[in-house]
């Protein structure tokens, strides 16, 4: 009898421990969760004070509340790791596709595409080289550290770079490389983190080629077929735009990854269509796509920042650092030297692209495969590529606007572009603008007969300091003013043109060549 009664009380004990989550777990969870987005948005703010780019102090509140932090919670899953953050990555370049002028992009587009190729292999080779040979690592691990550590990211370079404007091709070359190098990167860790042996290297690029034309195909026909039906079907509510964008960008991704193409390179030149293509409510759509890939940034550095375990971190630092300066003072450069040669390129645009090669959230969540793979001493890859990370961020991130006004690279003079909102008058069949007049814009000054928008565009209403008014031919635009225009169907995209043309070039935008987009350095 007493056998059985703590056979019974055990069984209860188990029971208890098995009970599934209820309500209570449920809130104590969203509390959590909650209290972590606020210091996370917190973090923002600090990080634009101190020039550092918000990963870090993202990364560093994962590991306050991991394995040695205050919160020592365990959590050593990594295919639960490296799936959360292939969905962030795809909702982040979404998001930086979208925000991706093509005007600025376009001038830019081969020498990222060289930087995306050759400057891969030849930062993949210098950088394993230096491991094997200064570290001691064997050559399977040393490839894929060379390969996990060649991919940039925008997202750390231009939130220390915001308060410094670059010149349009030194900004379209930053964006399209990290939009670009992800797809060859990811391709190239996981033929090296397959177990066998590695594959011939003009298989691998062989295959690289062919999953770049296969996801730049899908991405450019998703894009373009979702565009086409977002301008001509008219949604029923404005905040179904934002949603329709981002699940065209997802799908586009989705698409290119079960083709056996590159999802990533998908979805960024689906975003960047999309993004290019004057899509009704574009400002909110803009948001609520930048909210979604903050969301997307702090949910995987918080979780990358749980999969570590400070104290194994210490054994592997030196290597770390090491291998850094290989990739920092030797790789990137000789990456940027070799790619740009047949393009003219002043020294000063190439030493600020040497030096801003940021490395962000894509080479941790790509350290995460080899431990997928059961590649041997993965954990090891995975907390030097950690360290690499957090210690050449903290050195690059600070110095980089200064080093961009040591070479005079910043660009005081340009215009801020206009904000304008599109609504569709489907019976109407004409368009409502709203155009907000920022701060820097030439607009300022311009009487609204000055505009000559073209005819079937009108400037109907004026917002100023909280009060609204009809504006006559002779009203003197000023800073802060939003107007509201309505255009017909055939003129719309002339009008905002025309308006886009003089926020940059003021009234005498015609006759000074300026047409709507940015000025070209």
Known sequence: MARYLARTRSQVRARRKERPLTVHHLNQLLLVCSLVLLVAVAAVRISSRSGLPSLLLYLGIGVAIGQDGIGNVTFNNAELTQVIGYAALVVILAEGGLGTKWKEVKPALPAAAALSTLGVAVSVGVTAAGAHYLVGLEWRQALIIGAVVSSTDAAAVFSVLRKVPLPSRVTGVLEAESGFNDAPVVILVVAFSTAGPVDAWYLLIGKIALELAIGAAIGLAVGWLGAYGLRHVALPASGLYPIAVMAIAVAAYAAGAMAHGSGFLAVYLASMVLGNAKLPHWPATRGFAEGLGWLAQIGMFVLLGLLVTPHDLLDDTWPAIVIGLVLTMVARPLEVVLSLL????????????????????????????????????????????????????????????????????????????????????????????????????????????????????????????????????????????????????????????????????????????????????
């Open 342 to 521: 047949p393009f003219r390129m002043p020294w000063q645009e190439k030493a600020l692209l040497s030096w801003a090669g940021l490395r962000g959230a894509v080479p941790i969540i790509l350290a995460t495969i080899p431990m997928v793979g059961g590649v041997e001493d993965s954990q090891r890859i995975f907390n030097i590529v950690f360290v690499l990370v957090v210690v050449y961020t903290l050195i690059q991130g600070p110095t980089l606007p200064w080093l961009a006004r040591k070479l005079r690279l910043g660009d005081s003079s340009e215009a801020a572009d206009l904000g304008i909102e599109s609504a569709p008058l489907e019976r109407l069949r004409g368009h409502l603008l709203s155009v907000d007049i920022p701060k820097e814009s030439r607009m300022h000054g311009v009487e609204v007969g000055e505009l000559r928008l073209p005819q079937g565009a009108a400037v109907t209403l004026v917002v100023r300091d909280g009060e609204s008014f009809v504006p006559l031919p002779a009203t003197v635009l000023r800073r802060g003013d939003e107007l509201l225009v309505v255009a017909t169907d055939p003129v719309r995209d002339a009008a905002e043109k025309r308006l886009r043309a003089v926020g940059h070039g003021g009234k005498l935008a015609g006759w000074l060549g300026t047409d709507g987009g940015k000025h070209q350095s």
